[in-house]
């Protein structure tokens, strides 16, 4: 069996961290350690995390002056035992099969290199999440890859883990860039074993209210550049093949809300011949 050592980041996160924390208590894989970053919490994190450090000896808490949840991953998997690596968000939960499910993909195909899973959102709203498929060029232009997956130690010591240069978010996706490559073995459970917290005010939704996105985007193009280089020498077929990659999945969500629009539709004209039916007798 391999150990596995999940790294949750905690800033401020008193209203939801203890069902962060239960979800990798209930996992049914056993062989954990979880190691809580309190990322320089100024509310009641602390003791709420303290609590699961009693309860149970495979969390660790340690302390850190706040610097963002890219460097709150790096220090905790710094303390970190395991041979394979989970990073989870304070906010954010587990299904209690995400551990043993992602642990059976490597050891029935030892030569994985990360194990992604179906997404389920919850709290605003509890759909599932539609990702495009994976593929690493695809990768490089769009972030498909959750921030919650499961990878070898080994993997992110050569990498040097997270960029804490990746203060407005997409420290995941650069982490991915960095991490994986065109012969990478990603394995994807289709299951919805990770579960996405939606809040009204989250990082996303900040990134996009203070217009930090296109200069995330280009931090990631800027370090990572000999990379992208080999993929953009001509610019017109790589913008024609991402379009062709990228807009069948559009076209299905909108054929889907158009089919939803239709059903509802004929709902409701249903409903008004009933009524009408009855009025008439």
């Known amino acids: ?35 809580i970053v309190d990322d320089g919490s100024t509310d009641e994190s602390q003791a709420i995390i303290q609590r699961y450090a009693a309860k149970d000896p495979r969390f660790l808490v340690v302390t850190k002056v706040n610097g963002g949840v890219a460097a709150a991953r790096n220090f905790g998997f ?16 587990l299904h209690p099969d ?12 030892p030569d994985t290199d990360l194990v992604h899973c179906k997404t389920k959102r919850f709290g605003a709203t509890s759909k599932v999440w539609r990702l495009p498929e994976y593929s690493y060029e695809k990768l490089l232009w769009q972030n498909m890859i959750v921030n919650t997956t499961m990878y070898r130690r080994e993997a992110f010591l050569r990498v ?16 991915y860039v960095r991490l994986l490559s065109p012969q990478s073995k990603v394995r994807f459970i289709d299951a919805p074993l990770f579960l996405y917290r939606v809040k009204k005010s989250s990082r996303s939704t900040e ?34 093949k991402r379009m062709k990659d990228f807009a069948p999945s559009y076209t299905a969500r909108y054929k889907r809300q158009v089919r939803y629009i239709h059903a509802a539709y004929w709902a409701v ?13």
């Not at 069996?1 to 049914?28: D, G, H, T, W, Y």
């Not at 710094?78 to 906010?91: C, N």
């Not at 004209?269 to 007798?281: D, E, F, H, Q, T």
């Open 1 to 35: 069996m391999s150990k596995v050592s999940v790294v949750v980041p905690c800033f401020n996160q008193e209203e939801f961290i203890a069902e962060a924390l239960e979800s990798v208590l209930r996992q049914s894989y056993s062989d954990w350690e979880c190691i």
């Open 78 to 93: 710094a303390q970190a035992r395991g041979t394979l690596f989970v990073p989870l968000d304070g906010d954010d939960k």
């Open 98 to 109: 995400f551990l043993g499910r992602a642990v059976e993909c490597f050891t029935a195909q």
């Open 160 to 175: 040097s883990g997270y960029s804490s240069e990746m203060i407005h978010g997409f420290e995941d996706w650069d982490f």
């Open 207 to 240: 990134q996009v209210e203070s217009g930090k996105i296109e200069e995330s985007q280009r931090l990631i193009y800027a370090r990572n550049r000999p990379i992208y280089e080999q993929y953009t020498a001509n610019p017109i077929s790589v913008f024609g």
């Open 269 to 281: 004209i249903a409903c008004l011949l009933g009524v009408g039916i009855v009025l008439v007798r």
